[in-house]
T-cell receptor, first 111, second 114 residues
Framework: GESVGLHLPTLSVQEGDNSIINCAYS??????FIWYKQESGKGPQFIID?????DKRQGQRVTVLLNKTVKHLSLQIAATQPGDSAVYFC??????????FGKGTRLSVIA | EAGVAQSPRYKIIEKRQSVAFWCNPI?????LYWYQQILGQGPKLLIQ????????DSQLPKDRFSAERLKGVDSTLKIQPAKLEDSAVYLC????????????FGSGTRLTVV
């Protein structure tokens, strides 16, 4: 299940289950949104992006959903694997302005 | 293609000392960013360069932080004097064009100020 700790929210899932990571963004004028994966000791790694004129985009084992009405973004990971364990960040951007990152969610996969 | 290179990987300094971080972006990437990531938080922008010019440094604590990208390629970020609250990972990222998304990040420099 999902819990909110003192720092990062943590989501624990069984290997093979689907994971859903949620993000609330702040700027209704953002043009695009990106999900990043950050493993320990590494920089954020691009996973998938979505433009503001879309509500769904699929990649390999990942799907991003965008609900502009409530300013909500989600990342769905199918058949979660131990290698998916990491911290996941959503980021929003528009035009030439730098990406603004959310607070992140730690995903722990239980083998 | 080679990724974004950063050095050093780790640095421990005492408060009030100075420190410098180096970044070599992906070849041809005109835009370079420095982000600060405090433990348990998302990256926060410090400064954005377009070639060798500063585009956005509104969140850079200019009384102690400075950054340069003299030839539009490599960049250095300096802190002088360091404070305890500067302990963080300093991430460098580059992109081909500011309007394109999907920055490529380096592995970062973990700074500990004691």
């Amino acid at each position: 299940g999902e819990s909110v700790g003192l720092h990062l929210p943590t989501l624990s899932v069984q290997e093979g289950d689907n994971s859903i990571i949620n993000c609330a963004y702040s700027n209704s004028a953002s043009d695009y949104f990106i999900w990043y994966k950050q493993e320990s000791g590494k920089g954020p790694q691009f996973i998938i992006d979505i433009r503001s004129n879309m509500d769904k985009r699929q990649g390999q084992r990942v799907t991003v959903l965008l609900n502009k009405t409530v300013k909500h973004l989600s990342l769905q990971i199918a058949a979660t694997q131990p290698g998916d364990s990491a911290v996941y960040f959503c980021a929003e951007g528009s035009g030439n302005t730098p990406l603004v990152f959310g607070k992140g969610t730690r995903l722990s996969v239980i083998a | 293609e080679a990724g974004v290179a950063q050095s050093p990987r780790y640095k421990i300094i005492e408060k009030r000392q100075s420190v410098a971080f180096w970044c070599n972006p992906i070849s041809g990437h005109a835009t370079l960013y420095w982000y600060q990531q405090i433990l348990g938080q998302g990256p926060k922008l410090l400064i954005q360069f377009q070639n060798n010019g500063v585009v956005d440094d509104s969140q850079l604590p200019k009384d102690r932080f400075s950054a340069e990208r003299l030839k539009g390629v490599d960049s250095t970020l300096k802190i002088q004097p360091a404070k305890l609250e500067d302990s963080a990972v300093y991430l460098c990222a580059s992109s081909l064009d500011p309007g394109k998304f999907g920055y490529t990040f380096g592995s970062g420099t973990r700074l500990t100020v004691v």
